[in-house]
């Protein structure tokens, strides 16, 4: 088993910057890629990056290239979200991901997706 946990969401004004930070904790052998999908009221689910763990490639949505930065620390099995000129549209509960995390069970190796609880952002003035 394994569990993800944000921090860093908040409230902003139009044009600043906010950092979210995603650390996956337990049993945990490897990680493929982790990332950041968010879903705002009344709208559907967006992907927003996506970072891999072997290699570092990196994959934005077309709504943030050049303003979001994702970044991973393997050791600590964390990734982070830099969003910087952030606008209204931008808010939304955003939600880490771990994809294929493989962890140590009493049964063996057990090899799952899995999602964080969320972090609200808010680009208000």
């Known amino acids: 088993q394994a569990q993800l946990v944000e921090s860093g969401g908040g409230l902003v004004q139009p044009g600043g910057s906010l950092r979210l930070s995603c650390t996956a904790s337990g049993s945990i052998l490897s990680i493929s890629a982790m990332g950041w999908y968010r879903q705002a009221p009344g709208k559907q689910g967006e992907m927003v990056a996506e970072i891999s763990t072997t290699g570092g490639g990196t994959n934005y949505a077309a709504f943030v290239k050049g303003r979001f930065t994702i970044s991973g620390d393997n050791a600590k099995n964390t990734v982070y979200l830099q969003m910087s000129s952030l606008k209204p549209e931008d808010t939304a509960v955003y939600y880490c991901?771990?994809?294929?995390?493989?962890?140590?069970?009493?049964?063996?190796?057990?090899?799952?997706?899995?999602w964080g609880q969320g972090t609200q952002v808010t680009v208000s003035s």
């Open positions: 991901y771990a994809d294929r995390v493989t962890t140590v069970s009493t049964i063996g190796t057990i090899t799952s997706d899995y």
